[in-house]
């Protein structure tokens, strides 16, 4: 799979080279004798170099077609890279083009630190000559993620993050199993794998990330449809189900799964999900997330769950005894659930903005925007994305497979039952865990904790800040729309 990446790159490269006609245009107007040099500031996110490689690499590049343009890259430890960032800001020294997380840029754009480049994203990238507007290069709803969901006009997606499950060929090849699809076909590829004395997920149980990204999972294929199109609970109609709407139905008790009704009846299908689940996952509960990745590659566990950081360790090993493949959650159906929730896509982004210290000279802040445009051209952002074995955030990349499985849905995580105060000596997490690990707690019992939890946070929240609450609607018409309007999914 990725040991053979470098010809699913030339596939792009002959795609963008189609795209182009003739290749990379210039369009700047930098060119000139007057020297220009552009800082570009980032951290680097692996234990390696792979930005400051392939960002240097990009950098030459286009040094050769703008001769007189210097890309100054300033790569800064990530400890304490966001208190040096705001301190060139306030010192009047920022870098030119940062990199970034959107909830820091956010900060940045109320605090008039980023410039607005709408201007530029509404027209065509010359670099690619697709005839789109720049920002239709992009996946649906990672421009506006690029900048927290507030706006659309000051920061640009680099790369995306996701979830998907690891697979061993070797093994799905001997048994002769085919890549589920839905929930139901999985599980008929773990039941066989059991059967055959393999394991059939690695689950990282003492990693609470692990158990609620198995949470958020489930609960949006099941509920995800039924929940955001009740306005009672998806107060301002977007395709995410915010903590503060949570509190709200469950304040104005609209919300309850303590009593018996449609709610209660979904938190127990739930259960019964995440049950059936640890079945297959023997021994989850005690495995850290070492110990399950170590099972993992030592070849004898079918499957493990976990995020696109770990392509580069499981997919880039010339050593490992087996081939590794990917594939995304799979979808629930009408035979689980009345309305089937669609796939889940984890939103987050890492992103780059270009600064006001740039808009001081007009030839830098052309340059430092051309060259974003450069490296989003098609055939450089292939590059990019098979030297960092990043998740894709660009249309119409001839990619692998098994990055696709990480790109996600069109729904937000559905975080209802992963929720509750942290001083509650019983919440959903722990309720989730005892579901996985098979303790066979009584239901009503796990929803009477879970609900009591949830409660205690929306108090706690209250006495922290006196005007929370019915008065400013629990401050739901702050909120920023996820992923645009929802619109109901035709089932299958």
């Not at 995800?224 to 301002?236: A, F, G, Q, R, V």
Request: net charge negative.
């Amino acid at each position: 799979m990725f040991k053979k990446i470098s010809k699913l790159i030339a596939a792009a490269l002959a795609a963008a080279i189609m795209m182009t006609g003739c290749g990379l245009n210039s369009s700047t107007p930098t060119d000139g004798d007057e020297s220009i040099t552009v800082t570009f500031s980032f951290w680097e996110p692996s234990t390696g170099r792979e930005l400051e490689t392939v960002f240097s690499k990009f950098a030459e590049e286009y040094k050769e077609l703008h001769n007189n343009v210097t890309i100054k890259l300033m790569s800064q430890p990530n400890s304490g890279y966001q208190e040096w960032i705001q301190s060139q800001f306030v010192s009047d020294n920022a870098p030119d083009i940062q990199y970034n997380m959107p909830a820091n840029l956010n900060k940045q754009v109320e605090s008039g630190y980023l410039v607005d480049i709408s201007e530029h994203l509404n027209r065509p990238n010359p670099y690619n000559n697709t005839g789109k507007a720049w920002r239709d290069d992009f996946i649906e709803g990672r421009v506006s993620a690029a900048q927290y969901f507030r706006g659309e006009n000051h920061c640009l997606p680099l790369t995306g993050l996701g979830l998907a499950y690891y697979y061993n060929k070797d093994i799905y090849e001997e048994l002769g199993l085919e890549v589920p699809k839905t929930w139901r076909e999985m599980i008929s590829n773990f039941d066989i794998m059991q059967q055959n004395d393999i394991t059939p997920v690695a689950l990282m149980g003492q990693k609470a990330d692990a158990i609620s990204w198995l949470s958020w999972n489930v609960a949006t294929g099941l509920f995800s449809e039924e929940y955001l199109s009740d306005p009672k609970l998806n107060y301002n109609g977007d395709n995410n189900l915010d903590n503060h709407e949570i509190y709200k139905a469950i304040d104005q008790g609209y919300y309850d799964i303590t009593v018996p009704g449609k709610f209660q009846d979904n938190y127990k299908k739930y259960i019964s999900y995440l049950e059936e689940y640890g079945k297959y996952c023997p021994n989850s509960t005690g495995l850290d997330e070492a110990g399950a990745k170590a099972l993992f590659l030592g070849g004898k566990v079918g499957h493990i769950f976990s995020g696109s950081w770990d392509l580069k360790a499981f997919t880039g090993d010339e050593k490992l005894p087996f081939e590794v493949g990917a594939f995304p959650f799979p979808n629930f159906t009408t035979e689980d659930t009345p309305s089937p929730g669609g796939s889940m896509a984890i939103v987050d982004v890492t992103a780059l903005a270009v600064t006001n210290h740039a808009a001081k000279d007009q030839k830098i802040l052309d340059a430092a925007v051309d060259f974003l445009k450069f490296i989003t051209s098609a055939d450089k952002y292939a590059e990019f994305i098979e030297a960092t074995y990043s998740i894709p955030v660009m249309n119409g990349l001839e990619i692998d497979e098994s990055f696709k499985a990480f790109q996600g849905g069109n729904r937000a995580p559905l975080g209802i039952y992963t929720i509750g105060s942290s001083k509650a000596e019983f919440a959903n997490h722990n309720a989730n865990v005892s579901a996985v690990s098979g303790e066979g707690l009584d239901v009503e019992y796990l929803a009477e904790q879970s609900q009591n939890a949830i409660v205690m946070a929306i108090e706690g929240r209250k006495e922290k800040y006196p005007e929370y609450g019915p008065g400013n609607n629990y401050e739901i018409d702050t909120l920023p729309m996820i992923l645009g309007e929802f619109k109901p999914n035709t089932a299958e």
